[in-house]
């Protein structure tokens, strides 16, 4: 294996604590290219990426790592006393750098200071070119939106001393000056780079693609459009290939059912002459035995080769078996015209920006919110959900709503997801909402696991069916960047859902695509003269 910076998986495979496998036997290295790590939501990619950086161990096979490595998680949580600094990952040398200052260093300080005396003005420079600028290293984090806690995260990782950099979803809850930023800064980046992203624009920069699923890792050579259309390639295949097992299924099934024919009319011509040529009954009985044993032996050899043809079929068919669609369920009866859904007036924010203007919302409209990080689009959801008290001003919602927070903090980390649905939805038998989650994506064996074993994209498609599921049913959906943390297939299942929802809408979203997809009515949107409300 060469020095160069590198991680090698070798024959990896990881097991939960509960005896579940996740993945077995994976075997891949990466190197100095810029990789994709794409997958269905589910399949492991968040556990590779800390396998990888050795924030997990795998269960057997061993990780070999070259170089330096710095690890960006998909969830960033700031601890009760987190500053801006702490959040950079820079604190160990902002500390020791504090220290000095005040005379009081500790024995190692001035060498793990060696090369970073700067470390403030360069990490200052970072926020205020990242928009950032009013910010000090050592802002509270609590102080700060989720996206400018995942931007400050992400702009340490970037900026340290690492020959390997491991990203997962770096791209969630950035806005989409920041998504741009992002792809340059990785586009110009001349160590390594693993980037665990679902999107689409990222994934085009990147030298190439690795896919896990069921069946392990599997790379391909170029960018995400390469990959797509190897993709496309390899699902055309499959479906010839099931076709022609099915044809060939069918067309063994008529000569084996022949075959069959064949043998009984054998046998029983065979005890007519018996009994014509007046043969001893013992003769006969002799006679019979054989000819069953005969029988025996063909139908036994018929059935094996009739498991083989199915076994062909359920090969053939397992290989498409990823490439089910997702499909939502829960539709809202239409809300008629005249019906106010919402309304606010004189109303501002908690945390001190513009008042809004006013807006009422009648019947089915579906407003976008859009804005940079931090001007206060999920405080608007949390006002109008009851879960913060508005500066001034009132507001009303007067149907029946379900809020999708960026944190889900509707879902119980020890409550399965059936057992989610079912709280939600206590009229719906077991089995409804088993195909329910089935039509995510979310199999038998995950709808029974804990919420906190499931990876971010599921928890984010089972709060969306808890919301569909609840009782009363929501006549206004108000969703948080709903759009995050799914795969593409996932994403798309939503547009549609979304784009043929009969009740209200609110939606968070950095996406132009994805918000594009959803028929709007309405835009509110943050400028640098305030709050603007646009109908469409």
Known sequence: MTDSPHIALERVSFRFADGVMLFE???????????????????????????????????????????????????IVAAADARVVDLAGCAHWFDAMQRVMRGQPHEDDIECLEGRWDLVERLQAALHDEGLGHLDVQTPAAQLSGGEC??????????????????????????????????????????????????????????????????????????????????????????????????????GERALRQQHERQQQRMASGLRQGKDSNQAK???????????????????????????????????????????????????????????????????????????????????????????NGCGKSSLLALLSGRLAARSGECRVEVPWALLDQELQGLAPQESALEHLHRLAPGSAQSVLRTRLDHLGIGPDAALLPCARLSGGQ????????????????????????????????????????????????????DGAFLDALALTDRLQWTAAGWLHEVL
């Open 282 to 372: 013992i003769l006969l009985g002799m006679q019979k035995n054989r000819s069953e044993s005969s029988a025996g032996r063909v139908a036994t050899r018929l059935q094996a080769q009739r498991q083989k043809l199915d076994e062909q079929v359920r090969d053939a068919a397992a290989a498409l078996d990823e490439e089910r669609e997702v499909t939502l369920h829960g539709q809202a009866a239409p809300l008629p015209p005249g019906r106010r859904v919402l309304s606010w007036r004189d109303l501002r924010l908690p945390f001190g920006s513009p008042p809004l203007p006013d807006v009422e919302l009648f019947g089915s409209r579906r407003m976008a919110i859009v804005g940079p």
């Open 150 to 251: 995942s931007r400050i995260a992400l702009l340490g990782a970037l900026q340290a001393d690492a020959d390997l950099l491991i990203l997962d979803e770096p791209g969630n809850h950035l806005d989409q000056a920041s998504r741009t930023r992002l792809g340059q800064r990785l586009a110009s980046r001349r160590g390594g780079v693993l980037l665990i992203s679902h999107d689409r624009d990222l994934l085009a920069g990147m030298q190439r693609i690795v896919e896990l699923s069921a069946s392990g890792l599997r790379s391909y050579g170029g960018g995400y459009a390469f990959y797509q259309a190897s993709r496309e390639q390899e699902r055309e295949a499959a479906w010839q290939t099931l076709n022609s097992a099915r044809v060939e299924r069918k067309r």
């Open 459 to 510: 928890r984010l498609k089972v709060a969306l069916a808890g919301a569909l599921a609840r009782e009363p049913q929501p006549r206004l959906l108000m969703l948080d960047e709903p759009d995050n943390f799914i795969d593409l297939d996932s994403r798309l299942a939503l547009e549609r859902f979304l784009r043929a929802y009969r009740g209200a809408l609110l939606v968070v979203s950095h």
């Open 25 to 75: 036997g994976l075997s891949e290295v990466f190197d100095d290219r810029h990789t994709g790590l794409v997958g269905r939501n589910g399949v492991g990619k968040t556990v590779l990426g800390r396998l990888l950086a050795g924030d997990l161990q795998p269960s057997e096979g061993r990780v070999v790592r070259q170089g330096r490595i710095a690890y960006l998680p998909q969830h």
